[in-house]
C-alpha cells in the first residue's frame, strides 16, 4: 500500500481525544472525528448547483476585467505612490471580484481544490506577473545583479571566492550554480530571459509548500485554503524574485513542512512546568499549565525515514550554500520545534549547526574573514536595528510615507487577526504550539542583525507562514464555524482591506524598480566599448548594470562616496579624483531609475546628483559618449585639466 | 494482459520520456521554444518527481511541491559539486540528472506493472 500523503493530523475540540494516535505508513490517523467535507451541513442555499458555478463564474469575470485593464496601463506615467497609481479601475474590480469569489468558494461544500486552485494562480499572476507583462524590461535593479553571477559562472564554469565586487554571491553559490544550470540548458544567453517570471512560479510553490505545512496541523479544509489566500494578500515583502532568498524560503517552508508532517512529536527537552512555579504563578499559569497533547510521530518504515532524513538534509545543504540569513532562522526553528517536543528529530538541530559552521569556515570563509565588521556589527544592537529597517518617513516624499504606512498597516491586521485567532484556538484548547513557535522563533533576529536595514522585514516574512494559520483560524476556528454569512461578509472586508494595503506595498517602490529599456541600452554600450578594469561610477546602486562580464569593471555609487559627509562647493572633482585611478577607461552615467530611487530613499542632499551632472557636462574632463532620454553616460578624459584647486571637496 | 496501467505507470513514463528528450536537446544543440520548454520541464520536476516514486509516494499536488524541491535540491549541489570542483559541464549535468531520472522512474515503472501482474494474476483465480 502506497505512503499515506494526506496523513493529516487530527484536530478536534478536545485536545486529547485523539492525541497520540499512532499513524502508520498504510493509514490516515485514525480520527473519530470527521473531517471538514464530511460534515453534513444543514442545506443553506435553495441554488447549492448556482452557488457551486458562482465562484467559476466569478473567476472568469476577474481575470476577463485584469485582460481588460492591461491595455490600459501606462507604466512611464507612475507617481511617487508606484504601480498602482497607474493601475486603471477594471484592475481594481478584477481583484475585488477576486477576493469575493474566493470567500465564495471557501463556502461552497464540498470544497473544490481545483476552483480554490486556480483563484491562487490567477491572484498571483494578476499581483505578481502583472508588471512583468507591462514594463519594459525586468522589475528590480538586484535582480541584473544576480544575472550577472550566473553569467559569470556560465563563462568560468566556477566562482572566484575573493572578487571584489558581488563577492557574498561568490560565496554562496548555490542559488547562482543553478541559476546557470537552468539558463545553459534552455539555451539561453541570460538569466535575464526568464528571471522576471520568478515571482509567479516562486508564488505557486509557496503555496503548495504552505498548504502541506498547514494540513499538517488541521483537518479543516478551509483553514489551510485561507491561510495561503491570506499569505498572498500580506506578502509585500519583494523577496519572491530571481533571488536566493526565494529559493532559500522555498525549501525552508518545505522543511517545516517535511518535519511536522512525517516527524512531529518527540520527547520534549523542556517544558513549561519546568520553570519554577512561583514564576509560573501568573496571570497566564492557567493557560500554558494547561496539558498540551502529546504528538506521536508516525510509524515509518526505515527506507522511508533515511529518504526523509536524506530529503531534509539535502534541503539544508542548499539552503546554507546558497544564503545567509535563511539558515540560521530554520536552525533557531527547528531546534525550538525539537525543545518542546513537536519534531522527533533530536539530533537534527546539532547536524544543521555543523553544516552552517563547515560553510562559514570552508567555502564562504574569505567573504567572513573580510567582513567581519557586517556580519557582528549589529549584533545586539536592536534599538539601531529597528530604526534601520523602518523607513524615515520624516524625509520620505509624502506618497512613500503613505506606502510605508501601508506595509506597516498590512502586518499589523495580520498580526491582529492572528493574535485573535490564537485566542479562539486557545479557549478551544487547540492552540497549535509547533505554529506559535514558528511565530516566535524569529523575533530574536531582529537584535541579532539588521541584515542591510531588512531585518524587521525578514522576520515578518519568516513568521508570515505561521501568522496566516492563527489569522485564517480567527474565522474558521474550528470544524464547521465561520459559515454564518456575517462571517462572510467580515472575510471580505477585512481580505478587501489586506489587499489595498498590498497594492500600495508591494507596488510602492515600483517608479524605480522600472527599468526603462534606454537603461539597459546604454549599460550594454558601456561595456560592449570600453575595456576591461574599467570604472564605472553610477548615481546610485539602482541601475540595471552587472548583468554581464561584471568582473571586467570597478563600480562606485555617488550616494556611496557621498554618503554622510558635505559634497564642498564643486563636488565633481571629488569624483575626479576617483576617477583618475588605475582605471583604462573610467565612466560617469547617470539613469532615471537611479535618480527616481535617489529621489524616493531620499538617499543624497538635495540636488547634489543634478548638480554632479551640470558639473560633468560642462567640465573638460568629461566627455558625453551617450545620450538617451533616461540614460547619460560621460566618459573621462585623463590628463584634461582638473577643475580649480580651489574647489577642493568638503570632507 | 494489463489493461489499465493508469497513472502510476505513465507518469513515471512521461517522466522518463523527458529526462531523455530534455537531454537530447541539449546534447544536439536544439535551439528555440522546445528546447526552452524541455529543459524547463525536466529540470523543475522530473528529477525529483522520479526519485520520490522510488518511495511510493502517491500522484498528487503535494508530490509534485515536493517534486520541485527535491528536483532543485538535487540540481543545486550537482551544479555546485561542478562549481566548486572546477569540472563545470552542462552536457554532463544533463546526463547525469537523466541518467538518474530515468534509473528512478524505471524502478517504479516495474515495480508497478509487477504489482499490477500480481494483482490480475490473483482476480484471475478469484474469477
Known amino acids: ?651 | 494482459m494489463i489493461r489499465n496501467v493508469g497513472p502510476a505507470v505513465g507518469l513515471p513514463f512521461l517522466v522518463a520520456l523527458c529526462a531523455a528528450a530534455a537531454s537530447l536537446a541539449v546534447l544536439a544543440h536544439l535551439a528555440g521554444a522546445t528546447r526552452e520548454v524541455l529543459a524547463f520541464t525536466f529540470l523543475l520536476v522530473c528529477p525529483g518527481y522520479a526519485l520520490l516514486g522510488v518511495w511510493k509516494q502517491k500522484h498528487n499536488l503535494q508530490r509534485l511541491v515536493l517534486a520541485v524541491a527535491v528536483s532543485v535540491t538535487v540540481e543545486a549541489i550537482v551544479s555546485e559539486v561542478m562549481v566548486y570542483a572546477r569540472i563545470w559541464s552542462l552536457d554532463g549535468a544533463m546526463l547525469l540528472l537523466a541518467a538518474m531520472t530515468i534509473g528512478a522512474a524505471s524502478l517504479d515503472i516495474t515495480r508497478e506493472v509487477f504489482s499490477l501482474r500480481r494483482t490480475s494474476a490473483e482476480t484471475n483465480v478469484l474469477e
Open chain 1, 1 to 651: 500500500m502506497p505512503f499515506e500523503w494526506h496523513s493529516l493530523t487530527p484536530d478536534t475540540g478536545d485536545p486529547t481525544s485523539t492525541a497520540g494516535v499512532p499513524v502508520t505508513e498504510a493509514d490516515t490517523p485514525v480520527s473519530r472525528e470527521p473531517t471538514d467535507s464530511q460534515v453534513v451541513y444543514p442545506r443553506s442555499s435553495p441554488f447549492p448547483l448556482l452557488r457551486q458555478r458562482v465562484p467559476f463564474a466569478l473567476l472568469v469575470l476577474a481575470i476577463a476585467l485584469w485582460a481588460t485593464s492591461l491595455s490600459h496601463i501606462s507604466p512611464s506615467h507612475m507617481s511617487d505612490y508606484g504601480f498602482t497609481s497607474v493601475l486603471p479601475l477594471s484592475f481594481f474590480l478584477s481583484v475585488g471580484v477576486m477576493i469575493g469569489g474566493y470567500v465564495l468558494a471557501l463556502r461552497v461544500r464540498p470544497l473544490s481544490a481545483p476552483i480554490l486552485w486556480a483563484y491562487n494562480v490567477v491572484f498571483i499572476v494578476v499581483i505578481r506577473g502583472t508588471p512583468q507583462i507591462v514594463y519594459p524590461a525586468v522589475r528590480y535593479s538586484w535582480i541584473y545583479k544576480h544575472a550577472g553571477v550566473v553569467d559569470y559562472i556560465m563563462r568560468h564554469g566556477t566562482v572566484d571566492r575573493y572578487i571584489s565586487f558581488l563577492g557574498i554571491y561568490h560565496n554562496w553559490p548555490g542559488f547562482f550554480a543553478l541559476g546557470a544550470l537552468y539558463t545553459e540548458a534552455a539555451g539561453l544567453t541570460s538569466a535575464l530571459a526568464f528571471a522576471g517570471w520568478s515571482p509567479i512560479f516562486m508564488n505557486i510553490l509557496y503555496t503548495g509548500a504552505l498548504l502541506l505545512l498547514m494540513r499538517s496541523e488541521t483537518r479543516d479544509e478551509r483553514l489551510p485554503w485561507l491561510g495561503v489566500w491570506l499569505f498572498g494578500l500580506a506578502n509585500w515583502i519583494g523577496q519572491d524574485t530571481f533571488a536566493p532568498q526565494a529559493l532559500a524560503y522555498f525549501l525552508f517552508l518545505c522543511m517545516i513542512a517535511v518535519c511536522r508532517r512525517w516527524f512531529r512529536g518527540g520527547v520534549p527537552l523542556w517544558e513549561w512546568s519546568m520553570v519554577p512555579a512561583r514564576v509560573r504563578a501568573g496571570r497566564f499559569s492557567s493557560f500554558f499549565d494547561r496539558r498540551i497533547p502529546r504528538e506521536y510521530p508516525p510509524a515509518l518504515s526505515a527506507p522511508y525515514r533515511v529518504a526523509l532524513i536524506g530529503m531534509l538534509l539535502g534541503f539544508f545543504v542548499v539552503i546554507a550554500s546558497s544564503h545567509q540569513l535563511t539558515p540560521f532562522l530554520t536552525l533557531g526553528l527547528i531546534t525550538l520545534l525539537v525543545l518542546c517536543g513537536h519534531c522527533s528529530l533530536r539530533w537534527l538541530p546539532v547536524v544543521m549547526a555543523a553544516v552552517i559552521a563547515i560553510w562559514l569556515l570552508g567555502p564562504a570563509f574569505p567573504w567572513v574573514s573580510a567582513n567581519t565588521h557586517t556580519l557582528f556589527g549589529s549584533l545586539l544592537t536592536l534599538d539601531a536595528n529597528v530604526q534601520g529597517s523602518l523607513k524615515n518617513t520624516a524625509v520620505v516624499p509624502f506618497a512613500q510615507r503613505v506606502v510605508a504606512y501601508a506595509a506597516r498597516g498590512s502586518a499589523l491586521v495580520i498580526l491582529l487577526l492572528a493574535s485573535a485567532g490564537f485566542m479562539r484556538r486557545r479557549h478551544d484548547g487547540r492552540w497549535k504550539p509547533a505554529m506559535a513557535i514558528g511565530v516566535i522563533a524569529p523575533l530574536p533576529w531582529i537584535a541579532l542583525t539588521s541584515y542591510g536595514s531588512e531585518g524587521i522585514d525578514r522576520v515578518y516574512y519568516f513568521a508570515l507562514p505561521f501568522l496566516v494559520f492563527y489569522a485564517a483560524s480567527a474565522f474558521y476556528p474550528q470544524i464547521g464555524s465561520g459559515r454564518s454569512v456575517r462571517s462572510g461578509i467580515a472575510l471580505t472586508t477585512i481580505t478587501l482591506g489586506i489587499a489595498a494595503t498590498l497594492l500600495l506595498a508591494y507596488y510602492g517602490l515600483d517608479r524605480m524598480n522600472l527599468m526603462p529599456r534606454d537603461e539597459l541600452r546604454a549599460v550594454t554600450y558601456v561595456t560592449a566599448t570600453s575595456p576591461a578594469g574599467s570604472l564605472l561610477v553610477t548615481a546610485a546602486s539602482n541601475d540595471p548594470i552587472q548583468f554581464h562580464d561584471y568582473e571586467h569593471f570597478s563600480y562606485l555609487a555617488l550616494t556611496d562616496m557621498f554618503y554622510n559627509s558635505k559634497p564642498g562647493t564643486y563636488p565633481l572633482s571629488r569624483v575626479i579624483s576617483v576617477m583618475q585611478g588605475p582605471y583604462p577607461s573610467a565612466y560617469l552615467m547617470f539613469t532615471t531609475s537611479s535618480a527616481i530611487s535617489i529621489h524616493l530613499y531620499a538617499d543624497s542632499s538635495p540636488g547634489l546628483i543634478p548638480r554632479i551632472e551640470a558639473e560633468a557636462s560642462t567640465s573638460p574632463a568629461f566627455r558625453l559618449v551617450y545620450r538617451s532620454s533616461h540614460a547619460v553616460v560621460f566618459q573621462y578624459q585623463p590628463g584634461v585639466t582638473s577643475p580649480p584647486a580651489s574647489h577642493s571637496p568638503g570632507t
